[in-house]
């Protein structure tokens, strides 16, 4: 039984539309807090911008996800009649299979979310901050959502899981240097595989995926052209984080596609970030630099020098992210 496209819709419009909303609200709070982004070196503002990003994309995943359980026990219980039996049993069933999994990581995306948070509030200490990274990848880990690469050995499974995540989430952090990009390019990767897990028919993976995508494309209006509202780290982190958990669930390799090249689809969909840190972090190891240090080699700043304006050195970034992503179905 093929699963209803209505869902996956909904989830997507549903996490758009409480990420739109919730934003100005969040952002509200953020000024009234003191949680801001202030004017200084290397920044292009003038004025303090609020830190909302990551609370509004949470907020945009966690409502529609809770609203949809809830939907779903009162379907159990006969309260509603919104979907077919045979929807109701498919979903409770992936659900109960995959409980502790689920549940890990989106204990995770909120202890991402944290560690972000403290990170913009009180700017933590690398060591601090990744410590709390690898907790986070290693519950994740621990939970089932591993990759294996084909290598049957449980200690190999867990470190490349760990890295994964770890890099993916440092990634997406390195791309939030400008309006718009690392939004931009999460919505654009989650939108890949929400398409690939749904052709799959792996469809708990492909709603979290959709209310991923849905959810960045909410606050993306608040940061792209013109920013009212950042991610900040505890927006990156947490987009990071989706990603690399977004790529570890589908199966890619399957008795239904049975090429084992399929396992670099991951790659190309992450292609650019993964490929930006690459040499970011090769460079300032050439230069003697601390790879978490700040600067502008990125790829994005490589684009205004040459003379593109911010918005369309972003918007290539997408457009080069898009065609990548749409490899990944070849």
Known sequence: MNFPNTFYLLAFVGAFATALIALPLWRKWCLRSGLVDDPGHRKIHEQPVPLAGGLAVM?????????????????????????????????????NKRSLELAAIFLGAFGMLIVGLLD??????????????????????????????????????????????????????????????????????????????????QYL???????TCGALLGFLPYNFPRARAFLGD?????????????????????????????????????????GDMVWVVLLRWKLGKPFYVGDNNHLSHRLVHRGFTRAKAVMLIWLLAAILGALAFV
Not at 59 to 66: D, K, S
Not at 205 to 211: E, G, K, R
Request: net charge positive.
């Open 120 to 201: 913009d509030k009180h700017e933590l200490k690398p060591s601090v901050k990744f410590a709390g990274q690898f907790l986070i990848a290693a519950l994740v880990a621990a939970a089932g959502a591993r990759i294996t690469l084909f290598v049957p050995n449980i200690i190999f499974s867990y470190a490349i899981t760990i890295v994964w995540i770890l890099t993916l989430i440092n990634a997406f952090n390195f791309m939030d240097n400008m309006n718009g990009l690392c939004a931009g390019l999460g919505a654009i990767s989650a939108l890949c595989f929400a398409l690939l897990s749904a052709f799959a028919g």
């Open 234 to 274: 505890a927006g990156s982190h947490l987009v990071g984080y989706l990603l690399a958990v977004l790529a570890i669930l589908p199966h890619f390799y399957s008795q239904k596609n049975p090429h084992a090249l399929a396992v670099l689809s991951p790659l190309l969909i992450l292609a650019v970030p993964l």
């Open 205 to 211: 993976v492909a709603l979290i995926a959709f209310v």
């Open 59 to 95: 907020t945009g995943l966690v409502l529609p996800i809770l609203l949809g359980l809830l939907a779903l026990w009162a379907q159990r219980l006969n309260l509603l009649s919104l979907f077919d039996s045979g929807t109701t049993d498919r979903l409770s069933y992936g659900l």
